[in-house]
């Protein structure tokens, strides 16, 4: 249980205290009375997939963030199904009805401020700001509120006396700019409720530009065979992956995160693109070796591969490649069919059972909002983007 992280919390257990990524342990310390729910990973992602298909029945212009969350452009379906206020009181019958759940909308001129609006009434609630009445709620809102301002961020902006939106965008640009780099012109924007980025469905957004997994150790360790079992275990669902994807990347990172939580990512670049697990290993093996492994032990372990272009294959005169292609194909059919590491390396036959493994992102393709203070956010929260756009949390 110590070694297990809430992955939410509801809103009866966080007046206690309890939020996500909080050990289990520290959880039922502080709300003894709590009720707690394994994960059903597979359950999750069926159900927003099935919501995901709601929504496309409104406009093809949705964009997911995550499992939780997502953006509609609801741009010109006003004459066919009606405004954007009805519209999201349809969605939210459509998902009570058929999955039992609750969902809260944000609607907006943009996705930050939809996102802003869907928050303001969870965990069912149904929000509207109007173009003209973003400025008189940004005025006094902490900037905090605002999807894209971390703690760092928001202690950085206070050293300058900037505590709301409204003396955000009244602070000077080129201040920002020449304080923040890039970002601090997105704050300027950020503080006028000015967020012009599109709404990007999935055959619109960029390539992917990593694929990775990581595994969180049942028990801290300084056993150097122990991490570089889980380092080839890691590799091969990395390889697996770019392959399943037809991509191949050339440069491998290796993340670290000791008993202390201080976490480190080392990479390295090869001269040539790869797709099998046992090279991913190798490379991170290289990584593993340029670290000193005397002091804390290691609590997670993680790796990725990045540099990516589309595998388009050509046929090798070497035997020993061509046999290894095969092979890995074989392998990857079986797995396919009876489920991962059904057949693996004999070296990972020593492996400890992990229900660590935390798969990235529930689809493969990168969901980055181009130019967008809003970088990630959750399915639950839908957030639609329309003329109004409205954001939908889910939960």
Partial sequence: AKRTTVATASYEARPFGVKAGMSLYEAQKRCPQGIFIQGNPDKYVYTSIKIVSIFTRFTPLVEVFSIDEAFLDLTGTERLFGSPIRIAQTIKQKIRRQFGLTCSIGIGPNKLIAKLASGMEKPDGLVVIKKEDVPQVLEELPVSELTGIGKKTEEALGRLGIKTCGQLGRFPEDILVRLFGVFGRNLHFMGLGIDNSPVLPYFYQEKTKSMGHTLTLQEDTKDIAVIKRHLLQLSEQVGRRLRAEKYQGRTVALTLRYSNFYTFTKRRTIE?????????????????????????????VGVSVSNLIKNIRQLSLLEEVQKREKLLGALDQINDRYGEFKIMRATLLQRTNQAGVVSPSWRARNSTAHDSPIRRGRLANCWVSAPEVFDLKIG
Avoid: F, K, M, Q
């Avoid at 040539?272 to 032990?297: F, K, M, P, Q, W």
């Fill in 272 to 300: 040539r693109h790869i797709d099998d697990g046992y090279e991913i290993y190798r490379v991170a093996l290289s990584i593993l070796e340029t670290v000193n492994l005397s002091g804390y032990a290691v609590r997670l």
